[in-house]
């Protein structure tokens, strides 16, 4: 998709072309056309051209910089990976003067139209996400709507929403990092970038998607999408990670607090180790909840729930697994022992030494409930900060 500043640019290079020029996609769908020629006839002309190239396995034409067929030369001028397209101008027949030098002549202004083109779309493409880097990182102090407007405003029309998917990579896994362009390009043909979806590296280890939600890409439409990255990755990269997504949020202007979101909910996700691909911030509960507790206020409840000195034990790490796969599997000991791979006797053994040692019943519900808070919290505690078990 061209944007208003690329019509503009473009308008301004037909003013030095002699004849037929224009932009055209892989499928030869016109995107922007200015000569004297009929355009529908043109049009026609040109979906023939890229049907039967598409259809020709001995033509390769997405490799060539240049190329000439049925009368046209066309150039190719995608910029960074993103879609695409063809700038092309149709030669003149003998009849109308066209000749070998003016062939040449057409092919040599075709290329430095094409390079002023890249060059130009490829500053507005740095630009655009050096804006979004700021809006995303430091909000909207930095950042004008005027800016944005100017950068991304053709994709701004038809969105009631926006979201933020990020990409982080699993650092602790001991996985190579990767290459980060490579993963981009990777992230550009999931989320197609004509289509208004912006790919914005944070740092060598994170990568945010904006994402415009519209009547054809839904929230849920792009959760679907978000969820197949960290496979796609791990296939073609070769490298793990982390994907988490923002709730929608009604304006680009907003974009930091759904960054935040994002990034809270990767966090959530590794120091929990939830299983899931996609983590959604909207549908994390309780977790979410024991995230925002400050730390002071964990090791207390902590603390009161199974008294003083009974994390230290020594038995305390087998006693509270054995507790935790109960309470996972409804109270129910023949399945807890089986998952535990223990006889059913030493499973009723070690949950009778934990209700002694803590004073709890655990097979009571209401008791059962706090203690599974309380195993979550410390799960919080041992993965944020595990000096602080010092003070159980």
Do not use: W
């Amino acid at each position: 998709m061209l944007s208003s500043a690329n019509k503009q640019q473009l308008t301004e290079i037909s003013a030095y072309i002699d004849g037929d020029f224009g932009i055209v996609d892989d499928t030869g769908h016109v995107l922007f056309y200015s000569g004297a020629g009929n355009e529908e006839s043109v049009c026609i002309e040109l979906t023939a051209i890229f049907t039967e190239l598409q259809n020709d396995d001995s033509v390769n034409f997405y490799d060539a910089s240049q190329f000439t067929r049925s009368g046209y030369i066309f150039e190719n001028v995608t910029v960074d990976g993103d879609e695409t397209i063809f700038m092309f101008i149709k030669l003149k027949t003998p009849q109308e003067g066209g000749c070998e030098t003016a062939k040449d002549n057409c092919k040599n202004v075709l290329a430095l139209a094409a390079h002023g083109f890249r060059y130009r779309e490829s500053q507005s493409s740095k630009d655009l996400i050096n804006i979004f880097k700021k809006l995303l990182i430091e909000g909207r102090r930095n950042v004008t709507e005027e800016q944005i407007e100017a950068v991304y405003g053709d994709y701004m029309a038809n969105a009631n929403g926006f979201a933020v998917v990020l990409v982080a990579l699993n650092i602790v896994s001991g996985t190579p990092a990767g290459d980060s362009e490579l993963i981009c390009r990777i992230l550009q043909e999931l989320f197609g970038t004509e289509r208004g979806f912006l790919i914005i590296p944070i740092d060598y280890a994170r990568t945010a998607i904006v994402c415009p939600l519209k009547e054809e890409i839904t929230y849920s439409y792009v959760v679907d999408y978000a969820n197949m990255i960290r496979d796609t990755l791990l296939l073609e990269a070769m490298v793990e990670t982390y994907v988490s997504i923002s709730s929608a949020i009604p304006s680009l202007m907003n974009l930091n607090d759904a960054y935040v979101e994002a990034d809270k909910a990767k966090n959530i996700g590794v120091i929990f180790e939830m299983p899931d691909k996609c983590l959604e911030y909207s549908k994390l509960g309780l977790e979410k909840l024991i995230y925002s507790i400050p730390m002071d206020a964990c090791v207390k409840y902590v603390k009161e729930t199974f008294g003083e000195g009974f994390i230290s034990d020594k038995s305390a790490k087998e006693l509270l697994n054995t507790v935790k796969v109960y309470l996972e599997n409804n109270l129910n000991v023949s399945e807890a022992s089986r998952v535990l791979y223990i006889h059913r006797n030493t499973l009723m053994y070690r949950l009778e030494k934990f209700n002694k040692m803590t004073g709890l019943e655990c097979s009571k519900f209401d008791v059962g409930m706090r203690i599974g808070i309380a195993l979550l919290i410390l799960q919080f505690i041992e993965n944020k900060e595990p000096a602080l078990l010092n003070k159980i």
